[in-house]
């Protein structure tokens, strides 16, 4: 078998950036981790993903760690957090995470300083999205943005602060606690407005509360941050469900909506995960979906 060499290096961030209703959104990144391919896959074969994302020798696929900035009048919100850096080496090591470009570095690169930060919007508390939130300063932990108020789905909250057996792994207290103490965390369910304009929508499947969050969703430019829904480019057909998800069937109808209704509406696709793709259009082909690169994002 030979491995495309594009698997094992991370490309450079360009904070590429485009319009999505009235909001101006642009890349962020907190680096890279390698997961394995087959959980990151599912039931999908190898012999079907590993031309669309190449494994290394060790059977793990490089994905981007990208959250997103979206700006609007007085409104500068953080969607998803990264990673961040509280990581002993092997950890580093299993999930080969790095990052050349940390959160607060892509952000000082659009000129944002991380007190300026009015909001942070996450889909869901596993740490490779909510880990960036905290950082260690003087031996203890503080918010990483010490003004915003840190929005997450109730249930994911209940589970990064008592997961359970099944959870453990995903979740980490520390994450979320320091904000919890801080006064600044705000639990969301059902359908939530954050500000007009951004709402986050609690869908379940992945983990119990991961949401997708929407810019101006009643406009045709709008956009929608697909978290771990849609985790790449590659995964936006409706079976193509990882295996970490805990809740395959709800996958299964979530995913089958929501990549429908943005079909339909041709909303911006905001991708976490995805290598490449930072923006992408799905559109409907046949039977299947297709993602259509956008903006200044063509690879
Ligand atoms: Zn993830």
Not at 230 to 254: E, K, L
Not at 271 to 294: N, Q, S
């Amino acid at each position: 078998m030979s491995l495309a060499p594009a698997s094992t290096a991370p490309p450079p961030y360009r904070a590429r950036s485009l319009r999505a209703g009235g909001w101006e959104v642009t890349e962020l990144t907190d680096g890279h981790l390698r997961l394995d391919g087959g959980a990151m896959w599912g039931v999908v074969p190898a012999t079907m993903w590993r031309s669309m994302t190449p494994p290394d020798a060790d059977n793990r696929i490089l994905m981007a760690l990208r959250p997103f900035l979206a700006r609007k009048g007085d409104v500068v919100a953080v969607i998803e957090c990264g990673i961040g850096s509280r990581w002993d080496a092997k950890k580093r090591g299993i999930y080969g995470i790095e990052a050349s470009v940390s959160l607060e570095q892509s952000l000082a690169s659009c000129g944002v300083k991380p007190q300026e930060v009015t909001h942070v919007v996450a889909s869901h508390a596993h740490w490779d999205h909510f880990g960036a939130a905290v950082v260690e300063s003087g031996g203890a932990l503080a918010p990483l943005f010490p003004n915003a108020r840190h929005y997450l789905p109730k249930v994911e909250i209940e589970n990064a602060l008592n997961p359970d057996h099944v959870r453990r792994a995903s979740y980490r207290r520390e994450d979320v606690e320091p904000i919890a103490r801080a006064g600044l965390l705000v639990a969301y369910e059902g359908n939530a407005e954050v500000v007009p304009g951004l709402r986050a929508h609690v869908l379940g499947g992945h983990s119990d509360g991961v949401a997708v969050m929407t810019l101006d969703e009643e406009r045709p430019d709008g956009a929608i941050f697909w978290s771990d829904v849609v985790p790449t480019a590659h995964h936006a057909q409706p079976p193509y469900i990882m295996a970490y998800d805990i809740d395959v069937a709800r996958s299964f109808d979530v995913r089958s909506k929501w990549i429908a209704l943005a079909a339909e509406r041709g909303w911006t696709g905001l991708f976490y995960h995805d290598l490449d793709t930072a923006f992408g259009r799905i559109e409907r082909d046949g039977k299947r979906y297709r993602v259509v690169p956008l903006g200044d994002n063509a690879p």
